[in-house]
Nanobody
Framework: QVQLVESGGGLVQAGGSLRLSCAAS????????MGWFRQIPGKQRELVAV???????NYADPVKGRFTVSRDNAKNTVYLQMNSLKPEDTAVYYC???????????????WGQGTQVTVSS
């Protein structure tokens, strides 16, 4: 199927920046949706930012103006540039992708393994 590998998490001070990357691999026919979610222990996973195949993007209100999602379709990779980070951005960040894959294209919905982002005050 389709595997997603994330990178770029880490520890940063409040006000700092991080860039997350997520590369999809496998017999991919098309990717319609690539996005980022985050989860804090004890809470539900929440949407952070998404990028669709038509070039549109959408952001959760808490990150608007600070985070930017972008895609490199040739590399099947999505990025999340996070600026002006706040302690409340601390979470495990997960990449998600939907599309078609396989010799006979069939729908897939894949998740990355998650990458920890910690923002210290």
């Amino acid at each position: 199927q389709v595997q997603l590998v994330e990178s770029g998490g880490g520890l940063v001070q409040a006000g700092g920046s991080l860039r997350l990357s997520c590369a999809a691999s496998g017999r991919i026919f098309s990717i319609n949706f690539m996005g980022w979610f985050r989860q804090i222990p004890g809470k539900q996973r929440e949407l952070v930012a998404v990028s669709t195949s038509d070039g549109s993007t959408n952001y959760a209100d808490p990150v608007k103006g600070r985070f930017t999602v972008s895609r490199d379709n040739a590399k099947n990779t999505v990025y999340l540039q996070m600026n002006s980070l706040k302690p409340e951005d601390t979470a495990v960040y997960y990449c998600n992708a939907h599309g078609l894959a396989g010799i006979i294209p069939t729908p897939f919905n894949s998740w990355g393994q998650g990458t920890q982002v910690t923002v210290s005050s």
